[in-house]
T-cell receptor
Framework: TQLLEQSPQFLSIQEGENLTVYCNSSSVFSSLQWYRQEPGEGPVLLVTVVTGGEVKKLKRLTFQFGDARKDSSLHITAAQPGDTGLYLC????????????FGSGTQLTVLP | NAGVTQTPKFRVLKTGQSMTLLCAQDMNHEYMYWYRQDPGMGLRLIHYSVGEGTTAKGEVPDGYNVSRLKKQNFLLGLESAAPSQTSVYFCACLRAGQYTEAFFGQGTRLTVV
């Protein structure tokens, strides 16, 4: 069982649609990050959220950290084919900040 | 601007063979990590290091050993490879401090037959 569970595991949508990806855990995290990974490459950081209830926007992407700091969501508005990739959440638990744990990932495909 | 470099990029091993994967970073970051990535499993932490000469176990350490003799290098060893170790391996480094970004290498695709 992974510490961070992401849903859905796969998502295929048409260009222009909106979507939300979820990252859930029973543990509390001091911070949570979202990464995007393209084929043949390592993950690249999108955002870090650190405060319970925090909302961050990055162009068409909106990230939210849960009030209890156990979960997070990523919402994409008007998805584009360039958004296609594997989205991974990653958390550093309170007291174990140096052990960076990743979620199971959501594979997003945006069709033109 | 190399960042994090992993060698080799691809390798095929026979069951029972040994090998070492090398990760080198030129970012002067304190923390280094080895992950494996399997379909539907995201990234699972094998071992990590918070500084030169130190290592610690992650989620899935069995069958692997690591060493960090120099700050810039983190080695992952497989003493006796098994088919279950077929995976893509990623190395990452992280600067000490709060909320810092992990930088990854491009991965090593390992197949054990």
């Amino acid at each position: 069982t992974q510490l961070l569970e992401q849903s859905p595991q796969f998502l295929s949508i048409q260009e222009g649609e909106n979507l939300t990806v979820y990252c859930n855990s029973s543990s509390v995290f001091s911070s949570l990050q979202w990464y995007r990974q393209e084929p043949g490459e390592g993950p690249v950081l999108l955002v870090t959220v650190v405060t319970g209830g925090e909302v961050k926007k990055l162009k068409r992407l909106t990230f939210q950290f849960g009030d209890a700091r156990k979960d997070s969501s990523l919402h994409i508005t008007a998805a584009q084919p360039g958004d296609t990739g594997l989205y991974l959440c990653a958390g550093a638990r309170k007291g174990s900040a140096r052990q960076l744990t990743f979620g199971s990932g959501t594979q997003l495909t945006v069709l033109p | 601007n190399a960042g994090v470099t992993q060698t080799p990029k691809f390798r095929v091993l026979k069951t029972g063979q040994s090998m070492t994967l090398l990760c080198a970073q030129d970012m002067n970051h304190e923390y280094m990590y080895w992950y494996r990535q399997d379909p539907g499993m995201g990234l699972r932490l094998i071992h990590y290091s918070v500084g030169e000469g130190t290592t610690a176990k992650g989620e899935v350490p069995d069958g692997y050993n690591v060493s960090r003799l120099k700050k810039q290098n983190f080695l992952l060893g497989l003493e006796s490879a098994a088919p279950s170790q077929t995976s893509v391996y990623f190395c990452a480094c992280l600067r000490a401090g709060q909320y810092t970004e992990a930088f990854f290498g491009q991965g090593t695709r390992l197949t054990v037959v």
